[in-house]
């Protein structure tokens, strides 16, 4: 079965009542746990962006708590699965301030990580590549945010 386009998916939906609407929402949330997720935040918390930050901050957190350091290699696996965990959460907000902020979050942690990242090239070069990618982002920001959030980015490059 062939999927059908996006455009052609709003037309229909444009055709629908409310409640097939609805009941279409519903049955999207049962098939897969980030359907769910995703309407969970449009739902309950899309109103209230920092408060959604936080939780996201503390599931890094505990994420970060709970990393195996026995070897790099499962250090550099546990990192990985932190960053796709964040990277999940950031794609339910589409709100470029919330991305930044919780990236460079994730960085902070790797960097502050015991033992140090800069043990492992991979790791080294995950860290560049996401300041990296929140220095893309904050480009396209306002002169405020950038100004603020340049200095955060400074200030991890020195630590």
């Given amino acids: 079965m062939k999927a059908a386009s996006v455009h052609d998916l709003k037309r229909e939906m444009k ?23 995703l309407v969970t935040y449009l739902i309950y918390e ?11 901050k503390r599931e890094i957190d505990e994420q970060f708590e709970n990393i195996n350091k026995q070897t790099y290699y499962l250090v550099k696996k546990s990192v990985r699965k932190i960053l796709r965990i964040a990277k999940k959460y950031i794609r339910y907000t589409l709100k470029k301030e919330t991305e930044v902020e919780v990236l460079l979050y994730f960085c902070l942690k790797l960097k502050t990580m015991s033992p140090k990242y ?6 080294v070069n995950t860290y560049n590549k996401q300041l990296k990618l929140v220095g893309k982002i904050v480009a396209k920001l306002d002169q405020d945010l950038q100004y603020d959030y340049g200095l955060e980015i400074e200030e991890l490059n020195e630590l």
């Fill in 15 to 37: 055709n629908s009542s409310q409640e097939e609407l609805l009941e279409l929402c519903l049955r999207l949330t049962k098939f897969k746990k980030e359907n769910k997720e």
């Fill in 46 to 56: 899309a109103a209230d962006e920092h408060s959604y930050i936080e939780s996201v």
């Fill in 118 to 123: 800069t043990g492992n090239t991979i790791l």
